[in-house]
Each structure stands twice: as C-alpha cells, then as structure tokens.
C-alpha cells in the first residue's frame, strides 16, 4: 500500500487503486484495457475480474423508492467501436420501452385491483341473484340502484329490501348461537347434539362444510343422526342458492339494462368512462324501449334510449 493511493495488490503497484480509477500496471483499464488480461501477478494468471461498485445504501434505497421508471435516462456508452456502441445503444433504447411497459401494466394492474376490492366490498348481504325469466344474473345492490329515480333503485333500497325478508343473515354468518338454535329445531335431534354444536362453537359456514365424517369427528356418534343431520345441512345449502329475485323481462333486454348499470355505478367511482347507450338489435329494439320505460319511467328512459 503505497502512500499515493489506495490498496495495492500483485508483485509490488501491479494492481491498484487510485480514487475512482483502477490502476494494472502499467496502464488503466478505462483508458487502455488488455483483454484478456494477460499480466502475471505474483506468477499467477487473472482467470476472472469482478467489479464492485460502493454506494451509500441509504440514500440509494430512498432514491429507488421514488424515483419514477419512466423518468429513468439512460445514458448511451461512447467507450467502443461504433458497430459495438450501435448495437449496445439499441439495447438501451429496447430496455428503455419494455421499463415503460412494465410500468403502465403495473398502473393497469393497480386499476383492476382497485375494481376487484371495489367490487368485492361490502356485505354479503349486497350480493343479488335475480332470475330474469329463467336466466341468471348476480350483481351487486348498488348498481341495480345507480338511477335514483328508476323502479330498480326503489325495489332494492335499504327500506323495501327489508320488508322483502332479506334482514335475515345468510347461513355464512350465522354465530354459534344461531347454529345451535337450527339444531335444536330439527325434528329428532336431541338436545344433546345441540349442546355439541354449542361445545365447539360452529359457525354458520363451518357448519355448511360439514361433511358426515365431520359431523362425526366433532363428536356425534349415532349414525341415523349424521345422516339426518347431513340432509339438512344439504337443505340449508340449496334453501341459501334459492334466494333470487324474479324479473318477468327479457334476459336480453334486462341484460342490456344491467350491463349499462355496471359501467355507469363503475364511472362514479372513476374506475371507467361514462357510459355509452345500449346496442341493441334491430329485432329487440321495441322489446327494449317497452323494459327501459317500465324501469325507468318518463324522463329517466332517456338514460339509456338517448
């Protein structure tokens, strides 16, 4: 280690460091690399060289974490032939557009993820399946209610949704109370497989999981009430599926209305471009007016028939 520069390794200066500069005997690698590296130090060969670059890590985690990717300027390379620095400079610009990619996907990704938590909040409650003359379409209150003034936003508000019967909570969120008093209902069950039920504190969807090995490892034994059991758990279940709403429309038409709806709740939460009007087939189109104006007496037909 000379007093001029940094650590020295080699026979005698043969490698060195000189501030930002690495230093082999006698030249630079910057100004005048020998590749490969054909110099003996201490009777040995360089087989590989690895480059380190010391930073300080503090500033550089905060600087990573802010910094935009499409702000990002690369800068061409002059070191080489102009063939190579042609070639290197394209890969640069290549790197370039696939970073701006990455980042509007990840834009794109934060938007559906916004949607999906948009979609999926909320009650289960708010959840509604409606069999529109035999088809079946799931939506959620809120857009059936996106008019203020529509019939459907009357039907599913918070008053007439109530008086339908629909205050009783779903299976899923019965609490161990609630299952504890269905079983002590079911005709020929005793109240002994109740205080079971009670003892290891079944939830409504734990006990629609119930399975009769399940019903058994939770400790009822007697077989003819497993099976007793199981049935009703089976009830329980298509009684939860059967909860629809009946719509005497055309599933076509009704589907056209919905769909309009969807963008339209997604548009006030700025999660889409306000809606455009329906297209509707040449066939249906009077068929559609007729639904519209049903749904959406006087003025508020214009929402969807311009």
């Known amino acids: 280690h000379a007093s001029a520069y940094g650590p020295s390794f080699g026979n005698g200066s043969d490698l060195g460091v000189l501030g930002s500069t690495l230093l082999l005997h006698p030249?630079?690698?910057?100004s005048n690399p020998p590749w490969p590296i054909d110099e003996e130090l201490g009777g040995c060969t360089i087989k590989e060289v690895e480059v380190f670059q010391v930073i300080n890590s503090s500033t550089q985690a905060g600087q990573s974490q802010t910094q935009d990717l499409l702000s990002i300027s690369i800068q061409k390379t002059t070191l080489f032939s102009s063939e190579v620095k042609d070639a290197l400079n394209k890969k640069l610009e290549t790197l370039k557009a696939a970073e701006q990619k990455v980042f509007c996907r990840e834009k794109m990704f934060e938007g559906e993820q916004t949607f999906i938590d948009s979609f999926a909040s909320g009650e289960t409650k708010d959840i509604v399946?409606?069999?529109?003359?035999?088809?079946?379409?799931?939506?959620?209150?809120?857009?059936?209610?996106?008019?203020?003034?529509?019939?459907?936003s009357r039907q599913f508000d918070d008053s007439t949704w109530t008086e339908q019967g629909f205050e009783h909570s779903r299976v899923e969120?019965?609490?161990?109370?609630?299952?504890?008093?269905?079983?002590?209902n079911i005709r020929d069950i005793s109240d002994d497989v109740a205080s079971i039920f009670a003892k290891n504190q079944i939830t409504g969807n734990e006990l629609l999981?119930?399975?009769k090995d399940g019903l058994k490892m939770i400790g009822i034994e007697r077989a003819a009430t497993v099976c007793l059991l199981f049935d009703e758990i089976e009830k329980l279940k298509k009684a939860s599926e059967d909860v629809v709403t009946l719509i005497e429309h055309s599933p076509y038409c009704f589907g056209k209305i919905l769909d309009y709806l969807r963008v339209k709740e997604l548009h006030s939460q700025k999660l889409a471009e306000a809606p455009s009007l329906p297209i509707?087939?040449?066939?249906?189109?009077?068929?559609?007016?007729k639904v519209v104006k049903y749904f959406f007496p006087g003025d508020s037909a214009k929402l969807l028939l311009g």
Do not use: D
């Not at 088809?135 to 996106?146: E, F, G, Y």
């Open 280 to 289: 509707i087939r040449e066939s249906e189109r009077s068929r559609f007016e």
């Open 209 to 211: 999981a119930l399975k």
């Open 27 to 30: 030249c630079t690698y910057e």
């Open 129 to 152: 399946k409606l069999n529109v003359s035999g088809t079946t379409m799931t939506t959620k209150r809120s857009t059936l209610r996106a008019c203020e003034y529509s019939i459907l």
């Open 173 to 184: 969120e019965w609490a161990p109370e609630q299952v504890t008093s269905w079983a002590q």
